[in-house]
Structure formats: structure tokens, C-alpha cells
């Protein structure tokens, strides 16, 4: 009842084929695909994307037993330069307009920063800026509507502009449209001081939004002197995979699962932590 995939990113660049033949080995069941990262023909700009493209790239992964769940195309939503944001938006749109072609729906994304590069800002955590995110993903929601794909929002906590559980739920109910959805990273989601509490904020997060949960990310961090730390692979850190996997076969049985920080030299070992915390062993 686990559905785990890979960044396809954290492979290396080469040709559709040449990535979904690397990732082919190791017997997961999909991906996240940021095309930019993956693919040097691509460009971080609209205008390159067409269901030519997107069919053969669904082709030569599905060939290896591989589907697309989630398309990244990680923008700032609240980017403080208003023509870079407008590009960014466009790009955003594009990925959703073609996003069935790739045999997926979610096209993914966080929510910004006042910051160009999303770092923190602390008027990005203001009423201003949440509002302004609010209207950028009413737009994409418009285009998801139209094309019959889903925008996925991943909050951050600390440093961007949806950063509790709570500001997310606020943000679907002002949004309110069925195509926008969650990717869930509980660590990313940890407060930096309250990871002590992990448990109890991964409960908090499946009963408030489970039923909007649409891919999880899954990783692993330490707790130093109270802060947490890292953005490391499952199994190297004190995230609790077992009861994060217990809410997964409870609320979203198969939900694409996607592991984070892999590599050819630590994938065997991931892959094991993963299938034995998953089975309960």
C-alpha cells in the first residue's frame, strides 16, 4: 500500500531514455520529474512544451515499468519581480496545459518567498503576501480547471509564505477549487523548533487536509539541541517513517510516495529502510 518513486532529478541529466533506463533498475514505481533538471533541451521558460514531447517522454518511462506522478515545475509565487513572476506563472501554466500528455496530472510547486530565490524574508509570512499567493494559485487553479490537471502545493515551514498547517487550510478554502491539492513533506512541514513533536503534526496535518493530499515527499532530518536539521535520506535521521506509512495506508492507500536526497550509492540502502518501515518490521 506504499507507492514509492524517485526524483528523477537526483540522477543525473541525459535524454528521457537515458534517465527512465537509470531509474528502470532500481523497481520503483514512479517519479517526480522537474523537466528543467533532467533534460538539458529544456529551459526554465514557456513556450518548449508540446504533447509530442510529453508522449515520448511518458513512452520511455512507461516502457521501464515507470509513471510520471508528479510534474515539479517550482516556481516563486510571490516572486518580488512582477515580470519574472508573470514568466514563472506562464511556465507554471504551461506544465498544467500539457501535464495529461505526460500521463500525469500534479504539477507541483512551493509556495515563495519575498525573496527571489525563496529563502527567507520575513514579510513573506505577512497578510500581504499570503494574499497575493492566494490570487497566483487561483490562476493556475483557472488553467488546472480548464485542462482537467492539479496543482500541487507543498508548504515549508520558517521560511515561506504557507509555512503551518493552518495557513494551508486557509489557503484551500480562499482558493476553493477541487484541482488545487497537497504534497505533503512532513519534515519540510516540521516547525524548525517543534520536530519533538513529529508525530503529532503528522496527525494534525492528515486529519486537516488528508483528504487533499495528492503525493507525499518523504526524507529524514536530526534533531540538534532542539532545531531541526538536515534534508537528508530516509533511514540516516529520526523521522519516523513507520508512523508516517501507518497514516499513509489509513488516509491515502498507494498515494505516489516520492524519496527525496537518493543517489546510485545510497538507493539500495533507502529502498530497504522504506519497504521494512512500511512492513512494520
Known amino acids: 500500500m506504499i507507492n514509492i518513486g524517485l526524483r528523477a532529478h537526483d540522477y543525473g541529466q541525459g535524454t528521457p531514455a537515458e534517465i527512465a533506463e537509470i531509474i528502470g533498475q532500481y523497481g520503483v514505481s514512479g517519479i517526480q520529474l522537474a523537466l528543467a533538471k533532467s533534460f538539458p533541451v529544456i ?3 514557456a513556450g518548449q512544451l508540446s504533447p509530442g514531447f510529453a508522449n515520448h517522454v511518458r513512452d520511455v518511462f512507461a516502457a521501464q515499468g515507470i509513471n510520471i506522478a508528479v ?45 527571489a530565490d525563496c529563502s527567507y524574508h520575513p514579510d513573506s509570512q505577512s497578510e500581504a503576501a499570503f494574499l497575493e499567493l492566494v490570487e497566483s494559485v487561483k490562476r493556475l487553479a483557472r488553467t488546472a480547471e480548464k485542462y482537467g490537471s492539479i496543482v ?82 530516509s533511514g540516516t535521521g529520526e523521522m519516523n517513517h513507520a508512523h508516517l506509512f501507518k497514516r499513509i495506508k489509513q488516509y491515502k492507500p498507494y498515494v505516489h510516495t516520492i524519496l527525496e536526497n537518493t543517489n546510485p550509492h545510497n538507493i539500495d540502502q533507502v529502498l530497504a529502510f522504506v519497504h521494512n518501515a512500511a512492513s512494520g518490521q
Open 71 to 115: 510534474l515539479g515545475c517550482y516556481i516563486n509565487p510571490i516572486h518580488p519581480d512582477p515580470v519574472l513572476k508573470e514568466q514563472s506563472l506562464q511556465r507554471f501554466e504551461e506544465h498544467l496545459r500539457f501535464a495529461r500528455d505526460f500521463g500525469c496530472a500534479i504539477v507541483g510547486t512551493e509556495t515563495g518567498s519575498r525573496n
Open 43 to 45: 529551459k526554465e521558460q
Open 152 to 233: 500541487g502545493i507543498e508548504g515549508v515551514a520558517h521560511h515561506h509564505t504557507v509555512h503551518t498547517v493552518e495557513k494551508m487550510q486557509r489557503m484551500l478554502e480562499l482558493v476553493d477549487s477541487p484541482n488545487v491539492q497537497i504534497i505533503y513533506d512532513p519534515v519540510n512541514f516540521f516547525p524548525l523548533d517543534q520536530c519533538h513533536r513529529q508525530e503529532e503534526l503528522v496527525d494534525q496535518a492528515f486529519e486537516l487536509f488528508g483528504n487533499k493530499i495528492v503525493a507525499i515527499h518523504c526524507k529524514d532530518f536530526v534533531n540538534e539541541g532542539g532545531t531541526k536539521a538536515g534534508d537528508m535520506p
